[in-house]
T-cell receptor, first 113, second 112 residues
Framework: AQSVTQLDSQVPVFEEAPVELRCNYS??????LFWYVQYPNQGLQLLLK??????LVKGINGFEAEFNKSQTSFHLRKPSVHISDTAEYFC???????????FGTGTRLQVFP | ETGVTQTPRHLVMGMTNKKSLKCEQH?????MYWYKQSAKKPLELMFV???????ENNSVPSRFSPECPNSSHLFLHLHTLQPEDSALYLC???????????FGSGTRLTVV
């Protein structure tokens, strides 16, 4: 069965610094991968997704992620963060057999001025 | 506005009350989900409906009762809740897994 691990529960960073949020998955078959963002008291919003093709995926708000099959990773990056990027970020992997998404436990990104 | 609308946004209810949460989507999706999100806990999948049929029920207490009258609407009926049921309840919908899920803004439930 598929699973997702987000090792960092919190990532503090200063404004305009780069950031990487880590996501590793386990699966014996091909997968689809997703990153979602959740602002306080809001639902989850899709940032980007990897289905196939180019391993570098660009999303909204200047975020990008790279699919690395050999390392079973899908880390999220942004070269320069803003205060407004403070939010919870969730990685998710598809479970094609069950036709559903499996979510990680989330990483809280806190951007300081 | 994501295309998935949840009402009410906030709800305070006593332990003896009965209330319902509503979720509505007009995206043409054929699957709908209820999630519970408590502070400092992972997202908990509660129920899954596919083509209006319940396909998953993750050991949720019977004081939570879902209803899916058609592919556009999903309800969560609540009765005799406990304070630990206070949480953000999220609804989501999907068409195919590769499209991901579209989430509503959630209902913040407080049980007093």
């Amino acid at each position: 069965a598929q699973s997702v691990t987000q090792l960092d529960s919190q990532v503090p960073v200063f404004e305009e610094a780069p950031v990487e949020l880590r996501c590793n998955y386990s699966s014996s078959v091909s997968v689809y991968l997703f990153w979602y963002v959740q602002y306080p008291n809001q639902g989850l919003q899709l940032l980007l997704k990897y289905l196939s093709g180019s391993t570098l995926v660009k999303g909204i708000n200047g975020f990008e992620a790279e699919f690395n099959k050999s390392q079973t990773s899908f880390h999220l990056r942004k070269p320069s963060v803003h205060i407004s990027d403070t939010a919870e970020y969730f990685c998710a992997v598809s479970d094609l057999e069950a036709d559903k998404l499996i979510f990680g436990t989330g990483t809280r990104l806190q951007v300081f001025p | 506005e994501t295309g998935v609308t949840q009402t009410p946004r906030h709800l305070v209810m006593g332990m003896t009350n009965k209330k319902s949460l509503k979720c509505e989507q007009h995206l043409g999706h054929n699957a709908m989900y209820w999630y519970k999100q408590s502070a400092k806990k992972p997202l908990e999948l509660m129920f899954v409906y596919s083509l209006e049929e319940r396909v998953e029920n993750n050991s949720v207490p019977s004081r939570f009762s879902p209803e899916c009258p058609n592919s556009s609407h999903l309800f969560l009926h609540l009765h005799t809740l406990q304070p630990e049921d206070s949480a953000l309840y999220l609804c989501a919908s999907s068409l195919r897994v590769e499209g991901g899920y579209t989430f509503g803004s959630g209902t913040r439930l407080t049980v007093v």
